[in-house]
Nanobody, 128 residues
Framework: QVRLVESGGGLVQAGGSLRLSCAAS????????MGWFRQAPGKERDFVAV????????DYANSVKGRFTISRDNAKNTVYLQMNSLKPEDTAVYYC?????????????????????WGQGTQVTVTS
C-alpha cells in the first residue's frame, strides 16, 4: 500500500507561482504513473497532469499547458507540480494519485478512474 501526502498549496495572487509536492511512502512508487487532479467546489475532479513511471512521458490538460510542469524524483519518492502564471480559475483542491497498472514505459493515464490510490489533497486559492 502506498500513502500519498500533498503539500505546498496556499493563497496566491493571479500571475503568481506555487510548487506542489506529493510525498509517497512505499517501495513500489517508482514503478507507478503519477497524476495530479483538481476539484473545485461543486465540480467534478479534473485531470491536470500526469508523468510516466520513469519520467519519460508527460501529459497536461489543455487549460494548464505551458503554465504547469509535472516532474518526479523517484529517489525521493516525490512528485512535483510547478504552477506558474496562476489564474483565479486554477482555484481548487489539488490531489495527487498513483496508478499501479503498467502499460509500457510511456503510460500516462488521464482518467481519475484509472488511479488506484490518492492523497488527501491540498488547497490552492488564486485571487484576482
Amino acid at each position: 500500500q502506498v500513502r500519498l501526502v500533498e503539500s505546498g498549496g496556499g493563497l496566491v495572487q493571479a500571475g503568481g507561482s506555487l510548487r506542489l509536492s506529493c510525498a509517497a511512502s512505499g517501495r513500489t512508487f517508482a514503478s507507478h504513473a503519477m497524476g495530479w487532479f483538481r476539484q473545485a467546489p461543486g465540480k467534478e475532479r479534473d485531470f491536470v497532469a500526469v508523468i510516466s513511471w520513469n519520467g519519460g512521458s508527460t501529459d497536461y490538460a489543455n487549460s494548464v499547458k505551458g503554465r504547469f510542469t509535472i516532474s518526479r524524483d523517484n529517489a525521493k519518492n516525490t512528485v512535483y507540480l510547478q504552477m506558474n502564471s496562476l489564474k483565479p480559475e486554477d482555484t481548487a483542491v489539488y490531489y495527487c494519485a498513483g496508478d499501479v497498472d503498467y502499460d509500457g514505459p510511456y503510460y500516462t493515464p488521464t482518467s481519475p478512474s484509472q488511479y488506484d490510490y490518492w492523497g488527501q489533497g491540498t488547497q490552492v486559492t488564486v485571487t484576482s
